[in-house]
């Protein structure tokens, strides 16, 4: 059996971060390890929130790991609060990376053009030398956008999003999707690039017209979950797609649906049911 460590805050309500991935990564059949790097009452999108900085476990934690000898098959990153959190991730993933070990970075920080609250451009920048250490990153567009210092445009076209997953490539990272792709009104997917073999990739099912906050994390554990059980980096991206479409349109389907998140609980036997199919 596999095992992870995700590295990313709990917020205790939200349904983000550390409450999505050890779930979903759990419901993949995986061991998942967790460095909680901070407890919050919710997430920073709520009018009111408690945070609870836990900075200064990181290091004690992963050096204890390597004393133990524990090893994993995945580092998994989220959501990181400050620049010191990524200069400890950076020596965590220095410390515990290995051959057989995939690095998968999320940066998130960012959507609909506009940073999520408390994080700056210098921030981002910061990221982006983080993602540098990455097999595969896992932005979206305004994130990508943040991480290169270019504004950030909506009204792109396929030779565009080629551009920018090359240039998240020149990062560092060996492979980048982008999330929330859309060429076609009636398809949303995501686009890839594997910088190893110079090929793109992209998958796409059926958008609907809605726009739930969380799903970012929901397809990076799902990616993470899929790349464990052994689905190559293109049939876990596809994984992700339609295991987000799912979450969405039970979300939808839910008349005392909450205002945060999406019903990604009732998605996952479909999670394990897609995980047992490799459709690339
Ligand atoms: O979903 C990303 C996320 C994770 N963790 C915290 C957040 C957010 C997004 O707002 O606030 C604490």
Redesign the pocket.
């Known amino acids: 059996m596999k095992r992870i460590l995700t590295v990313?805050?709990i917020?205790c309500v939200?349904r983000?971060?550390l409450t999505?991935a050890l779930p979903i990564i759990s419901a993949a059949g995986v061991e998942a390890g967790v460095l909680p790097t901070?407890v919050?009452s919710?997430?920073?999108?709520f009018p009111k929130?408690t945070f609870c900085d836990l900075t200064d476990e990181i290091e004690g934690i992963s050096k204890t790991f390597t004393e133990l000898g524990l090893g994993f098959d995945a580092i998994y990153t989220?959501?990181l609060?400050s620049f010191r959190q990524l200069g400890l991730v950076s020596e965590l993933i220095d410390r515990h990376k290995t051959e057989n070990c995939m690095v998968v970075i999320d940066p998130?920080m960012a959507d609909n053009g506009k940073l999520?609250?408390g994080f700056t451009p210098e921030f981002a920048r910061a990221m982006a030398e983080l993602c540098g250490k990455a097999d595969l990153i896992i932005p979206n567009l305004t994130e990508a956008a943040f991480m290169l210092d270019i504004p950030y445009n909506p009204d792109y076209d396929e030779d565009y999003i080629r551009d920018v997953l090359k240039r998240l490539c020149g990062l560092g990272a060996k492979r980048a999707a982008l999330t929330g792709i859309t060429f076609d009104p009636t398809k949303l997917g995501t686009y890839a690039y594997d910088s190893t073999t110079d090929s793109f990739f992209s998958y796409f099912n059926e958008v609907k017209p809605v726009a739930y906050?969380?799903t970012?994390?929901i397809f990076a554990s799902a990616t993470l979950g899929a790349l464990m059980r052994g689905h190559s980096v293109e049939s876990s991206l596809a994984v992700a797609v339609d295991y987000t479409l799912e979450c969405i349109k039970l979300t939808m389907a839910d008349e005392d649906r909450r205002t945060y998140g999406v019903n990604f609980e009732q998605a996952i036997p479909y999670y394990i049911e897609r995980l047992k199919k490799t459709n690339i």
């Open positions: 990313q805050d917020s939200g983000c971060s999505v901070a919050l919710t997430h920073t999108m929130f989220g959501y609060g998130a999520y609250k906050h969380g970012g994390d």
